[in-house]
């Protein structure tokens, strides 16, 4: 399998990893439309129940695919993973970690660098530290990119709510900038 995989690789420009090669971190993810999202670390990854073919783009990208459904896997620099996923018919969105380090940074509190406590999972809004990810797949939605060809950055405040600030290749040789805006209590408002 191994000898078979090296071959493969060496005859396409981008490498399908096989079985245990991956380095994707150890995670359970949800994500909505009932879809559960299983990896060992070193992967392989699974996706309700099945084994999905897991493609590597560099050391802190990845994707998981299973028929058209695609499960992006980006690993923030801490090791924690950031999941979302995209779909038949344009359904995208972003997975709820469920264990491990992401699982704990969105349920505890951090210091804001204002020298306050403030909590990451707030009671309607999204966890300050999945806004990154939240607004790669709005932005996708929006600007009809595909979520693994979008960088977004930390969170931060700005006035009474919270900004993520992010850009795409246009495909023209430029990069487009955009903003996502969400209110203090974590809830999406607007990507522009």
């Known amino acids: ?24 971190p150890f995670f359970n993810a949800s ?4 879809v559960d999202v299983h990896a060992d670390a070193g992967g392989p990854v699974f996706v309700n129940g099945r084994q999905a073919r897991l493609k590597t783009f560099n050391r802190n990208y990845y994707e998981a695919r299973i028929g ?10 801490d090791g924690s993973p950031d999941i979302s996923y995209t779909g038949p ?12 380090r992401a699982a704990e940074m969105q349920d505890n509190g951090f210091d ?30 929006r600007f009809g990119v595909r979520p693994n060809r979008i960088t977004t950055n930390m969170a931060f405040r700005s ?7 992010g850009n795409y290749p246009d495909g023209n040789g430029r990069t487009s900038f955009f903003n996502c805006w969400f209110d203090r209590n ?7």
């Open 68 to 77: 058209k459904l695609t499960i992006s896997i980006s690993v923030n620099p």
């Open 31 to 34: 994500c909505p439309g009932r």
């Open 89 to 100: 018919g344009g359904a995208n969105g972003v997975c709820r970690v469920k264990g491990g």
């Open 112 to 141: 804001d660098g204002y020298g306050e406590p403030q909590p990451r999972r707030r009671s309607s809004g999204t966890a300050l530290g999945m806004m990154p990810a939240f607004c790669r797949g709005e932005a996708s939605a």
């Open 1 to 24: 399998m191994i000898k078979r995989c090296a071959l493969a690789a060496a005859m396409v420009t981008s490498v399908w990893v096989c079985g245990a090669e991956a380095k994707v």
């Open 159 to 165: 006035g009474k709510g919270y900004v993520v600030q």
């Open 186 to 192: 974590g809830n999406f408002a607007s990507v522009n």
